[in-house]
């Protein structure tokens, strides 16, 4: 009976990514001309008060997100794809040391890797499988016969056609790949990974944000923290 693989999911975005690919791409898209040059004055109080620390991150994100979709509606997918290989490119290399390494830690022990992140699936494509990763999860966008952006969010699983939470995304692939869990890792930012963390054995929660933090502090989960050149372990 051949032996089956572990497995290790990672969200992207602050988490192996040193920023959001979203707000990566939309910016690459007003600098292409893609997008006019009045968009980032749609999310840019938002950004200030995140940058001032006078609002949450959670805003700004949802302002880059309504903004996003506002502006693709009718531009084409070739385009933007065009635009998302250019900021995997550009952006490949920018990612935290301790989840790099972790990375290819699993990779070099045969872990089935996954990559989930809320940006489009497109561009987390582009990023995620220069990583080394096995499967990978990002929104999927409505496009028209004419290849064109309806403006809408259609699913994260592209072959269940909707949309299911990270955690059910893991169970499905635990099943469909003929993976474990014993010994699995999971590694997430925010409190929209804890139901793929409370399913691992290892679960890591790096630069949490305040609900993760309060969570994985009762449960009693590890807490890494990377700042400049230095890792914290808490």
Request: proline share 3%; glycine share 8%.
């Amino acid at each position: 009976m051949q032996k089956k693989r572990r497995v290790g999911i990672f969200d992207i975005d602050g988490t192996l990514f040193r920023s959001s690919l979203l707000i990566e791409l939309t910016d690459a898209l007003v600098q292409e001309g893609v997008f006019p040059p009045r968009t980032g004055k749609l999310y840019s109080r938002a950004a200030r008060n995140w940058l001032d620390r006078r609002g949450p991150y959670e805003d700004y994100i949802e302002a880059v997100v309504s903004t996003f979709l506002r502006e693709v509606k009718g531009k084409k997918y070739d385009r933007l794809l065009g635009v998302a290989e250019k900021v995997a490119a550009f952006h490949g290399q920018e990612v935290y040391r301790y989840t790099r390494e972790l990375v290819r830690k699993l990779k070099r022990e045969n872990y089935y890797l996954l990559a989930i992140s809320h940006s489009p699936q497109f561009l987390v494509k582009e990023f995620a499988k220069k990583l080394g990763f096995n499967k990978i999860y990002g929104h999927i966008y409505g496009v028209d016969k004419g290849k064109k952006f309806t403006g809408k969010v259609l699913y994260l699983d592209l072959e269940l056609k909707k949309s299911v939470d990270k955690a059910s995304l893991l169970r499905r692939a635990i099943k469909r790949e003929g993976l474990t869990l014993q010994d699995s890792f999971g590694v997430g930012d925010t409190e929209s990974d804890i139901g793929f963390l409370k399913q691992v054995s290892n679960p890591i929660c790096f630069n949490p944000n305040k609900k993760l933090y309060k969570y994985a502090k009762r449960l009693g989960w590890k807490i890494v923290v990377e700042r400049k050149d230095v890792i914290y372990h808490l």
